[in-house]
């Protein structure tokens, strides 16, 4: 135990597989502390394997809360069950995926530990002060901001998708099972339903398109699905598809998803801050747009100047000869 009475570097997320990126940056973390990285799981009925996974995927230790109150997440249950497990470990530092779940968790445990709380971060490291330092996306994703710990627990919440899981090794770590009393829930969720699932998910698509205003009507979003085809690609779109016309259910962006495709392809996308904020970290981002000012070819790697309803139906035919798809 350091001179200051915190060790280690703690990683929560319900979202299994945001856990797991968690760890990656935990690990790294680690390492530059000299320290150890621990995983918590909360729930009802924990399988083995999700705690084998975890030291497989760099945990020496995972603390387990495993309590038939914990099936349903919530923030009045699942505080002091993270609070146990903090207190078990007494974590120098906390990463929290950055989920709803985990958006609404953090600020309440980071106030019960008067701990600040680094939010959305998408860098982490270490400072020559040893305290924990991030940048996060600010002003709708126009600027970064470098932000850094004063006290600790230093406490940050990462967004799916940030880092890479580690890879995977047959490792030995310690599994802590943990019990907490949990306080009589002051909310009865009187009924649960299942949401009404996309599919797939936007984000674990390699290849997508994106279709915005310059389609002049619903059905000209075909044009793009023909594309899509001939790339094995997802089509999303800007948001005012989404919200205003309704074409799509979802859409990419600061309020939408955020991917990290290996291609972008960006049709009749003007190029906003805030749909900017969704692609940034797509490898590479191909864009047409009629408007050669459009912002979206400060961003894109590749720009067509042109009529979409001209040029994507070429491009398409081009592709399927190149592919050799579809004969
Ligand atoms: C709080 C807040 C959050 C927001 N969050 C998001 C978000 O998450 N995601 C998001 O996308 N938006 C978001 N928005 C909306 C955002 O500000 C823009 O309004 C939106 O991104 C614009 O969508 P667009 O590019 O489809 O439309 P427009 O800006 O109207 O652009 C249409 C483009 O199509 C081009 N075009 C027109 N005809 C053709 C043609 N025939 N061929 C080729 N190009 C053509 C035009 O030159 C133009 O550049 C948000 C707004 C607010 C206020």
Same mark, same amino acid.
């Given at each position: 135990?350091?001179?200051?009475?915190?060790?280690?570097?703690?990683?929560?997320?319900?979202?299994?597989?945001?856990?797991?990126?968690?760890?990656?940056?935990?690990?790294?973390?680690?390492?530059?502390?000299?320290?150890?990285?621990?995983?918590?799981?909360?729930?009802?009925? *924990?399988?083995?394997?999700?705690? =084998?996974?975890?030291?497989?995927?760099?945990?020496?230790?995972?603390?387990?809360?495993?309590?038939?109150?914990?099936?349903?997440?919530?923030? &009045?249950?699942?505080?002091?069950?993270?609070?146990?497990?903090?207190?078990? !470990?007494?974590?120098?530092? *906390?990463?929290?995926? !950055?989920?709803?779940?985990?958006?609404?968790?953090?600020?309440?445990?980071?106030?019960?530990?008067?701990?600040?709380?680094?939010?959305?971060?998408?860098?982490?490291?270490? #400072?020559?002060?040893?305290?924990?330092?991030?940048?996060?996306?600010?002003?709708?994703?126009?600027?970064?901001?470098?932000?850094?710990?004063?006290?600790?627990?230093?406490?940050?919440?990462?967004?799916?998708?940030?880092? &890479?899981?580690?890879?995977?090794?047959?490792?030995?770590?310690?599994?802590?099972?943990? =019990?907490?009393?949990?306080? &009589?829930?002051?909310?009865?969720?009187?009924?649960?339903? &299942?949401?009404?699932?996309?599919?797939?998910?936007?984000?674990?698509?390699?290849?997508?398109?994106?279709?915005?205003?310059?389609?002049? +009507?619903?059905?000209?979003?075909?044009?793009?699905?023909?594309?899509?085809?001939?790339? #094995?690609?997802?089509?999303?779109?800007?948001?005012?598809?989404?919200?205003?016309?309704?074409?799509?259910?979802?859409?990419?962006?600061?309020?939408?998803? +955020? *991917?990290?495709?290996?291609?972008?392809?960006?049709?009749? *996308?003007?190029?906003?801050?805030?749909?900017?904020?969704?692609?940034? #970290?797509?490898?590479?981002?191909?864009?047409?747009?009629?408007?050669?000012?459009?912002?979206?070819?400060?961003?894109?790697?590749?720009?067509?100047?042109?009529?979409?309803?001209?040029?994507?139906?070429?491009?398409?035919?081009?592709?399927?000869?190149?592919?050799?798809?579809? !004969?």
């Amino acid at each position: 135990m350091s001179g200051t009475g915190f060790k280690g570097v703690m990683a929560y997320s319900e979202n299994h597989d945001l856990l797991l990126e968690l760890l990656g940056v935990g690990r790294r973390l680690a390492d530059k502390l000299g320290t150890e990285l621990s995983a918590v799981l909360i729930g009802c009925g *924990i399988c083995e394997e999700k705690e =084998k996974e975890a030291v497989k995927h760099s945990a020496d230790n995972v603390y387990v809360v495993d309590d038939p109150r914990l099936e349903f997440f919530s923030v &009045e249950t699942y505080k002091p069950a993270l609070l146990e497990a903090v207190k078990a !470990g007494s974590p120098e530092v *906390i990463l929290i995926g !950055g989920t709803k779940r985990g958006e609404e968790l953090a600020p309440r445990v980071a106030t019960a530990l008067d701990a600040g709380c680094m939010t959305d971060c998408i860098t982490l490291d270490i #400072d020559v002060e040893k305290r924990l330092t991030g940048r996060r996306m600010t002003y709708g994703g126009s600027t970064l901001a470098e932000v850094v710990c004063l006290k600790k627990p230093q406490m940050a919440t990462v967004p799916p998708k940030v880092f &890479e899981k580690p890879t995977p090794l047959d490792r030995t770590g310690e599994v802590v099972p943990l =019990k907490v009393d949990l306080p &009589e829930p002051k909310v009865k969720v009187v009924e649960r339903r &299942e949401k009404q699932q996309a599919t797939f998910r936007i984000e674990d698509a390699p290849t997508v398109v994106g279709c915005g205003r310059g389609f002049k +009507k619903k059905e000209d979003v075909k044009l793009l699905e023909e594309l899509a085809g001939v790339l #094995d690609a997802k089509v999303s779109c800007t948001r005012p598809l989404a919200a205003d016309y309704h074409w799509m259910q979802e859409w990419i962006g600061l309020s939408g998803h +955020k *991917i990290r495709p290996k291609l972008y392809v960006a049709v009749g *996308i003007s190029g906003t801050i805030q749909h900017i904020a969704g692609i940034r #970290d797509a490898q590479t981002i191909v864009a047409v747009n009629s408007d050669e000012e459009a912002p979206i070819f400060n961003t894109a790697d590749y720009g067509v100047v042109g009529d979409l309803y001209k040029v994507i139906p070429a491009l398409t035919k081009e592709l399927k000869e190149k592919l050799g798809k579809y !004969g």
